[in-house]
């Protein structure tokens, strides 16, 4: 009877340092996932301040890409007229908006070279790189050329680059599209306005002196 008991007793402290490990195993268990948890919390808060600053630094780039834009097309900033400021910067943005969208040349169409459409397509898009640039650096010879009561002069000096663009396009049949050229001219006379009141400012300040 007691040999029973004896056997009986050892098999359920078996039975507990059974569950006793088990229950170690589980403790471990759990004490790892919540150490995997909170490195999972601290990854998913250091990405979310990495995808921050990303943001950051994509914002920080943006101004410099636009204006890259306009460089690669041969437009550079000069003295702005800054009474004109708000309508400079409108025509400004529209004039980059039409340069990436390739609104700002027209014509081309469908054009094949050696057999293939898309070399045809990738010549055009060069060629009309090319002559939007040309275009783009007269504007600017323009630009600064432009002297108080001298728009006349280079309202035609732009108007012949724009006849010159489309004359030598040849079967390309590429042209400055209107509202580009639009947009140039208004800005060659906004800067004429602009360099016209400061001549006139000069000459009142020295009547006044």
């Known amino acids: 009877m007691l040999g029973r008991k ?14 006793q490990e088990l229950l170690a195993r589980i403790g471990d268990a759990r004490t ?39 460089q690669r097309a041969g437009v550079f900033r000069t003295d702005t007229a800054t009474d004109h400021q708000t309508q400079i910067d409108l025509i400004h943005s529209e004039m980059k908006t039409l340069i990436k969208t390739g609104a700002a040349i027209e014509g081309g169409g469908q054009v094949t070279y050696n057999g293939s459409d898309a070399t045809g397509r990738r010549l055009l898009e060069d060629w009309s790189a090319l002559m939007l640039r040309s275009y783009n650096c007269e504007a600017e ?3 600064r050329m432009l002297r108080a009561g001298g728009l006349d002069a280079a309202l035609r000096r732009l108007d012949r680059a724009a006849s010159a663009i489309e004359r030598l396009s040849g079967t390309f049949a590429l042209r400055i599209s209107p509202r580009y050229q639009a947009l140039r001219t208004y800005e060659l ?21």
Not at 13 to 19: S, T
Not at 56 to 63: S, T
């Open 32 to 70: 790892a996932q919540t150490e995997a948890l909170e490195e999972v919390d601290r990854a998913g808060a250091e990405l979310v301040a990495l995808r921050h600053r990303i943001d950051n630094a994509r914002a920080e780039l943006q101004p410099l890409k636009e204006e890259l834009t306009f």
């Open 189 to 209: 006379e906004l800067t004429a306005d602009h360099l016209q009141r400061k001549a006139e400012s000069r000459r009142t300040r020295r009547i006044a002196s």
């Open 6 to 19: 004896n056997r009986r007793i050892a098999e359920l402290e078996r039975a507990m340092e059974g569950l």
């Open 141 to 143: 010879n323009c630009l």
